[in-house]
């Protein structure tokens, strides 16, 4: 309850107006706001030149990582309806309006703050988790820290509405980061509360028909609605935000399965927009004073949080560049160096920041920047029905590597934080693969060309993108199928991304006698896994590989080029 005394009452500065009557402000000549908040001492400065030139690099170890695991885990997976959750459980015709009236209620009866009381993952441990994920290969992991539903995962100082306070009474992100140095991996730290207030919107709703039209969700409630009730002296606005409806465009887009509300400034709220900026950055600094993880990471589709347009609309401040520039100054305060980084999803190439691939893998070698692909199996929260296969994954974290990424796998936990049958066994598959194949995965760099094998519409044939599941594993590679990387050992790796079978004969036409693609004639090659001599010889037409008759491999195969 720390942060309650800091909380204006905003709503009687500006109140509610007609739905869809007020346009947004032009974010285009708006000034952005410098919120003068005060940082860690150093040389980083809070504006995106300062930390270009002060910035010494990413840290070696994240070119080195290659895969990691991505913790989407929070409240929301109480519903067992996928992402988004807390907003969909608002709009009638979901799934997790569905669910939800099954579970708690009608939302104007029991909503989102009800969840948030009552869950309780009391099989969740993370010690336990970090564990199956560093035995499953991954060298990182990437911990959500909040999510669009403005709930803080750590004893935060800023937001009443957390973990320690609520539901399980714990101090996850605490917990993750002990977890993860006594595993001796690398971790960071997501937040996703940026558009929080503009996400939320379809709280503050109601149902259209039926015997609830017209009876306002919870997102109405306000702090004197509590007394005498669990949540006395808890603000609802303090989790919901305020009604922007009023504003055009954001009442559609709140009922909308992705869409921002139209680019522009919420004008008559900028007293609430520099504060919950404001508290924005306040709290991700929270997390990097008190948890010291080894990177942060922000979500958007834009340049940038609170940039007035895209999933930055509302507001234009510094409250990235000032989170940055105090991250920066306390890693080299504290640890002596900046060997730390800042992910601002889809950020073009920033010197001080690493950008993200959501879905989609890049067609060709990306090594402008430093980026990881990230992909969820099934959804970024549990569902039920999800595909789980060890050979998407692996497809998955070979196509990123060949384009000289990494790649963060989000296998979501079940609401009580356990991780089912399907999982565990697909991870101790991939566990077996990594531990095989490592040479060929880890410190590894792109090669002249990603891959060959099948072309379609001009392009190289590689796995799709989307959420991982039925169509990944169900996916056709062929044995001409094959991608590429350089090993820190300087040797080069081809993955024949199927198991082709005992005795199969196979050609990289790449590796070509005669063509300059390798340097030099090949005089080793070496199937991983595999202690015997292989068959190979070395044509104009490419590489002639005939497999061993011994082939107990479940997945793509590696060979070993010198």
């Known amino acids: 309850m720390r942060a309650q005394a800091q909380f204006q009452d905003f709503y009687s500065v500006a109140r509610v107006g007609v739905v869809n009557s007020v346009p947004m402000g032009d974010w285009k000549t708006f000034k952005e706001v410098k919120l003068n908040i005060p940082i860690y001492p150093g040389p980083f400065e809070p504006t995106w030149e300062s930390i270009a030139k002060n910035y010494p690099g990413d840290p070696k170890w994240l070119r080195n990582a290659k895969f990691g695991i991505w913790v989407h885990f929070g409240p929301q997976a109480s519903g067992a309806s996928g992402d988004w959750y807390a907003r969909k459980m608002y709009i009638p015709g979901t799934q997790a ?36 994920y560093k035995d499953a290969g991954a060298r990182f992991l990437m911990i959500q820290g909040v999510h669009h539903d403005n709930f803080d995962l750590w004893d935060s100082t800023y937001q009443p509405w957390n973990s320690m306070n609520i539901g399980p009474r714990r101090d996850l992100i605490g917990e993750w980061a002990k977890a993860c140095r006594a595993n001796n991996l690398f971790y960071g730290v997501t937040f996703h509360h940026e558009y929080t207030w503009w996400w939320w919107q379809a709280a503050f709703g109601s149902d259209t028909e039926g015997s609830k039209k017209g009876v306002p969700y919870d997102g109405q409630l306000t702090l004197a609605d509590g007394v005498g009730k669990w949540w006395q002296g808890l603000d609802p606005k303090r989790l919901y935000g305020y009604d922007l409806r009023e504003y055009k465009s954001v009442a559609e887009k709140s009922l909308s399965p992705w869409s921002p509300p139209t680019p522009g400034i919420f004008e008559k709220h900028l007293d609430y927009a520099k504060w919950y900026s404001t508290q924005w950055a306040l709290r991700m600094m929270d997390v990097v004073k008190r948890y010291n993880p080894d990177f942060i990471y922000t979500d958007g589709t834009v340049q940038g949080p609170f940039t007035g347009d895209g999933t930055g609309t509302g507001y234009k401040a510094d ?36 950008t993200t691939e959501e879905f989609a893998i890049p067609n060709n070698i990306k090594t402008d920047q ?24 692996i497809h998955y974290i070979i196509e990123a590597i060949a384009r000289d990424g990494n790649a963060a796998i989000c296998i979501s936990p079940l609401p009580d934080g356990s991780l ?43 796995l799709p993108g989307g959420a991982l599941g039925k169509r990944h594993s169900e996916f056709k590679f062929s044995k001409q199928d094959f991608r ?16 082709p079978g005992p005795g199969s004969q196979l050609k990289i036409k790449s590796l070509s006698d005669g063509n300059d693609n390798f340097g030099k004639r090949i005089k080793h090659v070496k199937l991983l896994g595999f202690s015997g001599v292989l068959k190979w010889q070395q044509c104009s037409d490419g590489l002639s590989i005939q497999c061993p008759k011994d082939m107990p491999y479940s997945s793509a195969i590696v060979f070993k080029i010198t």
């Open 420 to 462: 089912d049958e399907g999982s565990l066994k697909m991870l101790k598959e991939v566990g077996v693969w990594m531990r095989r194949n490592g040479e060929s995965v880890y410190g590894s760099r792109a090669w002249k060309t990603p891959g060959e094998g099948e072309i379609v519409n001009g392009k190289l044939k590689m």
């Open 97 to 132: 309006y569905e669910n939800h009236l099954k579970k708690y209620g009608h939302p104007s009866e029991s909503g989102y703050m009800d969840v948030l009381r009552d869950w309780n993952p009391n099989k969740f441990n993370p010690r336990q988790l970090a564990k199956i």
């Open 370 to 393: 430093s980026w990881i692909a990230e992909a969820p199996v099934g959804d970024w929260y549990y569902a039920p029905g999800f595909t789980y296969d060890s050979g998407m994954m």
């Open 319 to 354: 409250a990235m560049q000032t989170v940055i520039a105090d991250f920066y100054n306390r890693a080299l305060g504290k640890r002596g160096a900046v060997n730390t980084f800042s992910i601002v999803k889809f950020r073009n190439k920033t010197n001080g920041t690493v």
């Open 484 to 499: 590429f990387t350089v090993g820190k050992n300087g040797a080069l790796y081809a993955f024949c991304m199927i198991n």
